[in-house]
């Protein structure tokens, strides 16, 4: 019997309880990136962007030029003569080229095809005015397409994630390995500079994700998470054991002949200012950057593997998964006793550094004072026939998800969409009334 929770038909904490299906994608739809606060764009495998409006769900451009399918999206904002924003996304193939498009017009600006092997990731880096591709090497870009200036070949399988750093600089996923490479601006021209490779990853890392100026974090295929110094590229804590039940406190006692990699591997990470939501394998986990631990998880979250998950207000996260769903999840206080010993969670964060006994004796003391969180599942989003991709979360307007069924599904708060209905109909009532009285 599967130990996923479940959830009747009785959401009340659920808001999204109308949707409107997107269609237009022929193949896996694996990209959304937002363009603006009710304008975001798909893609996927059959090569085509699509960007939507986010309150209507109205198609408003169809973008044609890749032959391949999509392999990175990025925003871009670009400035004219006239001072003016424009609005714009880079989007890469396994074509080898990336295009530049106007989401205002729906036009191809630029298209560039000089590149040896697939892009598989591109960064605007804004405060440097510069845009990066990566892929079997790291090229830079300014805003008019031209390239300041790249790497050597660094390796067959190519940079898979980037990430900016302080100090001018990016850290690279290249297979097990982190490369640090500094972005040099000189008179006579650009450079960019490889000064550090991190080597502790025992297998491919598969997320990187920035969490403020001091901090990034990275997690692998085998399960590995390692939190980085962003100033100095030093490891300020690992873990690896995602697969022991005796550390998770929502963990049922389970006998398994062998552990399979797909379900301790990090799939996807997010942070904000105060924690690393990570989704690991079926299971989703809640690290706390103060308190050096995780403090929530559910280590069942899914029936399949987790691929994307996001931290919205009001103390919620939402996650997807390859099994179809979409989920709401609520962060909430543990009830404990007093005398009960809190188990420190599968990040052992007290044994790095200049630790000592009186440290690990402080460690337990705070671990016993601290208070425990649980995820309790709110929301349960039933739409999509296959893998669900990535999400994006637009506020009020609702949230947008992604799929391997082809479809893109906006779903809407049902109360406030009955509202809006409401005063629609009221003031068309109120026009036609008062035309009624002229005659």
Same mark, same amino acid.
């Given at each position: 019997?599967?130990?996923?929770?479940?959830?009747?038909?009785?959401?009340?904490?659920?808001?999204?309880?109308?949707?409107?299906?997107?269609?237009?994608?022929?193949?896996?739809?694996?990209?959304?990136?937002?363009?603006?606060?009710?304008?975001?764009?798909?893609?996927?495998?059959?090569?085509?962007?699509?960007?939507?409006?986010?309150?209507?769900?109205?198609?408003?451009?169809?973008?044609?030029?890749?032959?391949?399918?999509?392999?990175?999206?990025?925003?871009?904002?670009?400035?004219?003569?006239?001072?003016?924003?424009?609005?714009?996304?880079?989007?890469?193939?396994?074509?080898?080229?990336?295009?530049?498009?106007?989401? #205002?017009?729906?036009?191809?600006?630029?298209?560039?095809?000089?590149?040896?092997?697939?892009?598989?990731?591109?960064?605007?880096?804004?405060?440097?005015?510069?845009?990066?591709?990566?892929?079997?090497?790291?090229?830079?870009?300014?805003?008019?397409?031209?390239?300041?200036?790249?790497?050597?070949?660094?390796?067959?399988?190519?940079?898979?994630?980037?990430?900016?750093?302080?100090?001018?600089?990016?850290?690279?996923?290249?297979?097990?390995?982190?490369?640090?490479?500094?972005?040099?601006?000189?008179?006579?021209?650009?450079?960019?500079?490889?000064?550090?490779?991190?080597?502790?990853?025992?297998?491919?890392?598969?997320?990187?994700?920035?969490?403020?100026?001091?901090?990034?974090?990275?997690? #692998?295929?085998?399960?590995?998470?390692?939190?980085?110094?962003?100033?100095?590229?030093?490891?300020?804590?690992?873990?690896?054991?995602?697969?022991?039940?005796?550390?998770?406190?929502?963990?049922?006692?389970?006998?398994?002949?062998?552990?399979?990699?797909?379900?301790? #591997?990090?799939?996807?990470?997010?942070?904000?200012?105060?924690?690393?939501?990570?989704?690991?394998?079926?299971?989703?986990?809640?690290?706390?950057?103060?308190?050096?631990?995780?403090?929530?998880?559910?280590?069942?979250?899914?029936?399949?593997?987790?691929?994307?998950?996001?931290?919205?207000?009001?103390?919620?996260?939402?996650?997807?998964?390859?099994?179809?769903?979409?989920?709401?999840?609520?962060?909430?206080?543990?009830?404990?006793?007093?005398?009960?010993?809190?188990?420190?969670?599968?990040?052992?964060?007290?044994?790095?550094?200049?630790?000592?006994?009186?440290?690990?004796?402080?460690?337990?003391?705070?671990?016993?004072?601290?208070?425990?969180?649980?995820?309790?599942?709110?929301?349960?989003?039933?739409?999509?026939?296959?893998?669900?991709?990535?999400?994006?979360?637009?506020?009020?307007?609702?949230?947008?998800?992604?799929?391997?069924?082809?479809?893109?599904?906006?779903?809407?708060?049902?109360?406030?969409?009955?509202?809006?209905?409401?005063?629609?109909?009221?003031?068309?009532?109120?026009?036609?009334?008062?035309?009624?009285?002229?005659?």
């Amino acid at each position: 019997k599967s130990s996923v929770q479940t959830i009747g038909e009785e959401q009340i904490q659920n808001p999204y309880t109308e949707l409107l299906v997107l269609k237009g994608h022929q193949d896996i739809v694996r990209f959304l990136v937002q363009i603006d606060d009710c304008r975001f764009a798909s893609a996927g495998d059959d090569g085509i962007i699509f960007l939507w409006n986010a309150q209507t769900g109205e198609k408003l451009f169809e973008l044609h030029g890749h032959a391949h399918k999509i392999t990175a999206i990025a925003p871009f904002y670009s400035s004219d003569a006239s001072g003016e924003n424009n609005q714009l996304i880079l989007t890469a193939s396994a074509d080898r080229t990336v295009i530049v498009w106007d989401c #205002s017009s729906g036009k191809q600006i630029q298209k560039v095809s000089c590149f040896h092997s697939t892009v598989k990731c591109l960064t605007v880096l804004q405060r440097l005015d510069v845009w990066l591709s990566g892929g079997s090497d790291l090229c830079v870009w300014n805003r008019k397409l031209d390239l300041l200036c790249k790497t050597s070949h660094l390796t067959d399988a190519g940079i898979s994630a980037l990430v900016e750093l302080p100090k001018n600089c990016v850290v690279a996923a290249v297979g097990k390995e982190l490369i640090i490479f500094r972005l040099i601006d000189r008179p006579e021209g650009w450079n960019v500079l490889e000064v550090k490779r991190l080597v502790d990853h025992q297998d491919n890392i598969l997320s990187l994700v920035s969490v403020n100026d001091l901090t990034f974090v990275t997690g #692998s295929h085998v399960g590995e998470l390692i939190v980085w110094d962003a100033l100095d590229w030093t490891k300020q804590a690992s873990e690896c054991k995602f697969w022991d039940s005796s550390l998770h406190t929502d963990a049922q006692p389970e006998i398994k002949l062998s552990q399979s990699p797909n379900e301790t #591997s990090v799939q996807h990470l997010t942070s904000d200012e105060e924690c690393v939501f990570a989704a690991v394998g079926k299971g989703i986990y809640v690290y706390s950057l103060q308190m050096k631990r995780v403090i929530a998880c559910q280590k069942t979250a899914h029936d399949s593997s987790v691929l994307h998950i996001a931290k919205l207000p009001n103390r919620q996260l939402i996650s997807c998964s390859e099994d179809g769903s979409v989920r709401i999840w609520e962060l909430r206080e543990k009830q404990q006793l007093p005398a009960e010993p809190v188990p420190t969670g599968f990040f052992n964060m007290w044994g790095f550094g200049r630790a000592n006994k009186q440290a690990n004796q402080a460690a337990k003391k705070t671990q016993e004072n601290t208070t425990m969180y649980f995820l309790e599942l709110v929301g349960d989003l039933i739409g999509h026939s296959s893998a669900v991709q990535m999400f994006l979360y637009f506020g009020e307007l609702g949230l947008a998800t992604c799929s391997a069924d082809h479809l893109v599904i906006l779903w809407k708060d049902g109360e406030r969409e009955s509202r809006l209905r409401s005063v629609t109909l009221f003031q068309k009532l109120a026009q036609n009334g008062g035309s009624q009285l002229k005659f």
